[in-house]
């Protein structure tokens, strides 16, 4: 583990977990649900985890309650001289071989600093995974200090992972000003999003972000803020200091791009879709046939669901947000989810229920879900709000589902195989 002065993962974590702990209590299956939905996009970005801060490592944690740490989370790899010869005797692999000559943390920094615009920088951290380097720093351009991070990766080219890396998120979960997507002309894809620390942007605190994956699987991230620090610092500038030309153009900056093409590619072809979890199709679908008749569908998630899924109901009382966790064969402890209080069908199928209030700063807002799980394995769980997203105001006094219906769509056959 690197020197604590050195990495700032473990205290950015703890600053996530404190945060999260203090919206939804000590319950792991709400702070499951809360990674799995606002940041089902960003978990596959598991590389960039020591430095995006807050919603990657809360999207970490996985449906089972427990937290996934990003591997090699070690000193990691540092640029070797070729003369230098190795001291073990064991033979190098392939990747180790390749690694020794990718860039360290401290050359990244420097190799950023040199493509900035003139300005000051202070307070510099960074570091390698088995993944790749990453480093943050405080930097003044003479109108106010701002924190950036920066990591560089690889993600198998052509990949699920690859795709959702450039994805421009769901506004249902995260609040965002802009966000694009765009195909370059040598195959690269680029996004650039303008959005804020807190998926409800409910500090002043902006984060804008520029994330670039080359044909070659190569994943530049960089991150920045109005701020000198991503939390629990005060906006010391009305904008971060880099609009989107500056974003993309420091993305695509050749060096970066080299550096992030460099590393080496994973053991693993690149990732297929997942397919449909459910025998029905999407998740989105498949909770669209089991709305009760009457409650009219506004709008649901589309068929790349990759096992989750919403539909936006309006009953005449106002919208409702309702959305479906799948996971398959499920693995790990799981008694403080499914307790001595659990309700056990005759099937076996344990559930669970939850009452709870909803994001922290949304005036009124509640969090009704069913969390149901089978002999086999398979979950399900199914979360509704009063409100026709998780981070507006409350447009009703409670869900448009009751706790008995939510139970009867999650433990639906619908969202099993045939036995």
């Known amino acids: 583990m690197p020197d604590a002065d050195h990495d700032p993962f473990e205290k950015r974590l703890t600053d996530v977990l404190r945060d999260t702990g203090t919206e939804f209590g000590t319950d792991q299956q709400m702070l499951a649900a809360r990674g799995e939905t606002h940041g089902r996009r960003l978990r596959l970005r598991r590389r960039a985890a020591v430095v995006v801060g807050g919603a990657a490592a809360v999207a970490l944690v996985g449906m089972g309650g427990t937290l996934l740490l990003p591997a090699g989370q070690g000193d990691g790899v540092r640029q070797r001289s070729a003369a230098a010869a190795p001291v073990a005797p064991a033979t190098p692999t392939a990747a180790e071989t390749a690694a020794a000559a990718v860039m360290s943390g401290?050359?990244?920094?420097?190799?950023l600093e040199e493509l900035l615009p003139q300005g000051r920088i202070s307070d510099k951290s960074a570091g390698s995974t088995s993944q790749g380097p990453y480093g943050q720093f405080v930097y003044d351009d003479g109108r106010g200090k701002a924190a950036v991070a920066v990591s560089v990766s690889r993600v198998p080219p052509g990949g699920l992972e690859a795709r959702q890396t450039?994805?421009?998120p769901d506004k249902l979960f995260i609040v965002y000003d802009s966000c694009t997507s765009t195909k370059l002309s040598d195959g690269s894809v680029l996004m650039l999003l303008k959005g804020y620390e807190y998926p409800n942007s409910r500090s002043g605190t902006k984060r804008w972000t520029a994330d670039l994956v080359t044909s070659e699987g190569g994943h530049i991230g960089i991150q920045e803020w109005n701020s000198a620090a991503e939390k629990g610092s005060p906006a010391t500038r009305a904008q971060p200091p880099l609009d989107s030309a500056g974003l993309k153009a420091l993305v695509t900056a050749h060096e970066l791009r080299a550096a992030a093409d460099a590393l080496p590619l994973d053991d693993r072809s690149p990732d297929p879709d997942p397919g449909p979890l459910t025998p029905g199709?999407?998740?989105?679908?498949?909770?669209s046939r089991l709305v009760p008749h009457g409650i009219k569908i506004v709008s649901r998630s589309g068929p790349d669901d990759?096992?989750?899924?919403?539909?936006?109901?309006?009953?005449?009382?106002?919208?409702?947000?309702?959305?479906?966790?799948v996971q398959l064969d499920t693995d790990g402890?799981?008694?403080?989810?499914?307790?001595?209080?659990?309700?056990?069908?005759?099937d076996g199928t344990k559930v669970a229920t939850h009452q709870r209030s909803g994001e922290k700063g949304i005036p009124g807002i509640v969090w009704w879900s069913v969390d149901t799980i089978r002999p086999d394995g398979r979950r399900v769980v199914i979360s509704a709000f009063n409100s026709g997203a998780q981070n507006t105001p409350a447009t009703r006094k409670a869900p448009a589902l009751t706790m008995e219906q939510l139970e009867a769509i999650a433990t639906d056959p619908k969202w099993h195989p045939q036995d």
Do not use: M, W
């Open 166 to 168: 450039t994805q421009c």
């Open 306 to 325: 990759n096992g989750f899924g919403y539909v936006v109901l309006d009953d005449g009382r106002g919208r409702s947000l309702v959305q479906v966790n």
């Open 106 to 111: 401290d050359e990244l920094l420097r190799t």
């Open 333 to 346: 402890d799981l008694k403080e989810l499914f307790g001595p209080d659990a309700k056990v069908l005759p």
């Open 281 to 287: 199709g999407s998740i989105s679908a498949v909770l």
